[in-house]
């Protein structure tokens, strides 16, 4: 993929995002979420199932979704002429304000990864200056914009389908408490393309230090995700890795184009978690990724009925709003519910 062409502050943005390679392990099964098992008899057994992998690991795969591979296919086309045009044209289209085209930089406090990126509002009403010149400058914007539009109404969907599994399967009344804050006008809901280009041979070198041990360039650091739901889809290249739940075990996600992946929030209970992504040798790896978030002013807390008896919150309450801002203002691999902890 073209566009994309090393210049010398690259070479400073490698040693940064090298890190050594070691701690990840792959062996490990990652759970599956049939979405056309749910719609049958054997529902409840996969809301058992989603509910424990939330409680567990915190990410998961559907299969089975319903999502048009043609739809999937088409946005990534899309995305790749819009990544293959020249940084110049890109950048008309950025900085981030946090929406719109950035590149090497994440969020406004100094991170930065191997990747570059377009970052959408889902809602028509709040398209940045910036994102909307997206649409513009790429030579046939109107079908990038439709592509976009078309895929984040199907992901949304399928964000809503797991949220009302867990709903009744948490025994949350009624069971679209969780989906109506995505299907709600005004949920801030964010949508995510990342491209991470193959590291150019030359600065491969770089990467290895003297010891001989290997290293990795680190695409997007280590980070949890602050909305209610993510669904990510990328092409066939790897590089995602996810944490386990001791903090400190890494393993790789074997690449599915054909799947999505999860991940979700709450009081401790279920697990928001960790990952991050290493940008292939010699593959470019694009992804997809909807981000459900709720109405700015939702309220944070747990749900009635949820609690035990005598069991206490963990955090104060907070908006969506508060804890975004807050979210605006801490590096990627902060601890973000920290802030929000009762003392
Ligand atoms: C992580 C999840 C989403 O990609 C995102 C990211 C956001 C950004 O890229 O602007 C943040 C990051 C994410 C959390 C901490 C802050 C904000 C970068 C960053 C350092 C769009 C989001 O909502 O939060």
């Known amino acids: 993929m073209g566009g994309w062409v090393p210049t010398l502050d690259h070479y400073t943005l490698i040693k940064e995002c090298a890190v050594p390679v070691g701690t990840a392990s792959s062996n490990i099964e990652i759970p599956v979420v049939d979405l056309a098992a749910a719609a049958g008899e054997s529902r409840e057994e996969v809301r058992r199932t989603l509910v424990r992998t939330c409680e567990d690991l915190g990410f998961f795969k559907v299969v089975n979704h319903g999502v048009a591979t043609e739809l999937m296919g088409r946005l990534e086309a899309e995305a790749k002429s819009f990544f293959e045009l020249p940084l110049a044209e890109k950048e008309k289209s950025g900085p981030p304000d946090p929406l719109g085209y950035?590149?090497?930089?994440?969020?406004?406090n100094g991170d930065v990864g191997w990747v570059e990126y377009l970052l959408l509002h889902t809602r028509p009403d709040v398209i940045s200056l910036n994102s909307l010149a997206a649409f513009r400058i790429i030579p046939d914007g109107q079908s990038f914009r439709a592509a976009v539009d078309e895929y984040v109404r199907a992901v949304k969907g399928v964000a809503c389908e797991v949220l009302e599994l867990m709903a009744e399967e948490l025994r949350?009344?009624?069971?679209?408490?969780?989906?109506?804050?995505?299907?709600?006008?005004?949920?801030?809901?964010?949508?995510r393309l990342n491209h991470y280009p193959p590291s150019p041979p030359q600065l491969q070198l770089q990467l290895q230090p003297p010891s001989g041990s290997r290293s990795q360039l680190l695409g997007f650091g280590e980070h949890t995700d602050p909305q209610l739901i993510s669904v990510l889809r990328s092409n066939d290249t790897s590089g995602l890795q996810v944490c386990l739940q001791d903090g400190?075990?890494?393993f790789s996600v074997p690449p599915d184009p054909s799947s999505f992946f999860i991940n979700v929030l709450t009081n401790g209970r279920f697990r928001s978690v960790k990952h991050r992504v290493f940008a292939d040798p010699t593959r470019s790896r694009v992804s997809m990724i909807y981000f459900g978030g709720p109405p700015l002013s939702q309220r944070i807390a747990?749900?009635?009925g949820l609690m035990e008896e005598g069991e206490e919150?963990?955090?104060?309450?907070?908006?969506w709003s508060e804890y975004k801002k807050s979210a605006y203002n801490s590096r990627l691999g902060d601890c973000r519910l920290a802030l929000f902890e009762k003392s």
């Not at 950035?102 to 406004?108: A, N, R, V």
């Open 102 to 108: 950035g590149s090497k930089m994440i969020g406004p």
């Open 313 to 319: 919150t963990l955090y104060k309450d907070f908006t």
């Open 302 to 304: 747990p749900m009635e």
């Open 172 to 191: 949350i009344e009624p069971r679209d408490a969780l989906s109506s804050m995505l299907r709600d006008d005004k949920s801030d809901s964010l949508f």
């Open 248 to 250: 400190a075990t890494w």
